[in-house]
């Protein structure tokens, strides 16, 4: 039993030691070494990253109503327009023709109805017999107007200021409603469509910012959104917003790609922390913080989250120091030394 005794007595000395050391203190007997970070206000922007694509203002395939020979050609590939401009007129000689010939009928018709009017008020017919003269003349007015509104459609003309596209017909081509004629853009200025999964539904709104950049541009640009669907995609659960952007330069075109930052909500004076600081425990979450060069717990309440920091709404306070490492090893009131402060530089966040 003595022996047994001896045996045992180095074990208990070795666990002894090592229960000494962990009270905060390396072998040699100096403080735990950590890493702090220093709470401070900045400037946060809460941001979805997403992926869109870029629409013109405004687009249509120029065609015609009619069938016919185009006999004048105005549009050039590739330059502006302005709205109500004719790009294209269609032979009208036929219509013209009957246009001439109805407006002389109703010369002779206006005629005859002042006669039958006159010969009403002495009574020399009745009224039947005028009523069927001036429906006679009515009925030629119908047509004239017609015939005018087929001429009209022989010409086709810019519905709004933009850029025409390449063409596919020529002078003295034979058109029909089916004929591809070139295409009219407006482009400035111009659309980025993109989703954002349901999650935000509530949250985007009109008037938000978005900044976003496509390949063969080093600039970002600025959108404003101004249109969201008020429904959710049921295949991809996500909802579809439109936002307009500036583009006197035409540095944009449509159809590009784009990458996307929508900003939802700016904070001016954010607490924000490493998320790796945030212990979570069965009542919340907690931080530890360093007073007086010892280790003390604070409860705190949290806000949005991003990849690597967390915003902090309740429980700390500007030039509060809170521990980044060390965190399974410290304990309240263990004294500790500071390795390295960390702090957010302005426009970091």
């Not at 045992?8 to 002894?16: G, R």
């Amino acid at each position: 039993m003595v022996v047994l005794a001896l045996l045992a007595y180095p074990k208990l000395t070795e666990q002894s030691a090592g229960e000494g050391n962990s009270s905060g203190q390396n072998s040699g007997g100096s403080p735990l070494s950590v890493d702090v970070h220093v709470v401070e206000p900045q400037v946060f922007e809460n941001k979805i990253f997403t992926t869109g694509t870029l629409i013109a203002n405004e687009a249509i395939d120029l065609r015609s109503e009619i069938s016919g020979k185009i006999v004048e050609l105005k549009l050039e590939e590739g330059t502006p327009v302005r709205a109500g401009e004719t790009l294209i007129k269609i032979n009208d000689n036929e219509l013209q023709a009957r246009l001439e010939q109805s407006e002389y009928r109703i010369s002779l018709a206006e005629v005859r109805e002042q006669r039958q009017k006159q010969l009403l008020e002495r009574g020399g017919i009745s009224q039947e017999e005028y009523d069927a003269t001036l429906n006679e003349l009515n009925i030629l007015r119908a047509e004239s107007e017609l015939i005018k509104a087929q001429i009209e459609k022989t010409e086709i003309k810019a519905p709004f200021n933009g850029v025409v596209g390449l063409r596919y017909v020529s002078n003295g081509s034979y058109i029909s409603p089916t004929t591809n004629i070139a295409n009219l853009q407006s482009i400035n200025p111009i659309k980025v469509e993109f989703s954002v999964p349901e999650r935000y539904a509530g949250v985007v709104e009109v008037g938000d910012r978005a900044l976003f950049n496509v390949q063969g541009q080093d600039e970002d640009f600025e959108a404003e959104i101004y249109a969201i669907e008020p429904r959710i995609e049921t295949q991809t659960r996500t909802i579809r917003i439109r936002a307009r952007a500036d583009n006197k330069d035409s540095k944009l075109l449509p159809g590009a790609f784009a990458n996307i930052e929508l900003i939802l909500e700016e904070i001016e004076s954010a607490l924000m922390i490493p998320t790796i600081a945030v212990i979570p425990e069965l009542q919340g979450q907690k931080v530890f913080v360093l007073k007086d060069g010892k280790v003390a717990e604070q409860q705190v309440t949290t806000g949005i989250r991003t990849e690597s920091d967390i915003q902090v709404l309740n429980g700390l306070a500007p030039g509060d120091t809170v521990l980044t490492t060390g965190l399974l090893q410290v304990r309240t009131g263990m004294p500790v030394s500071v390795d390295q402060v960390d702090k957010y530089e302005e426009g970091e966040l």
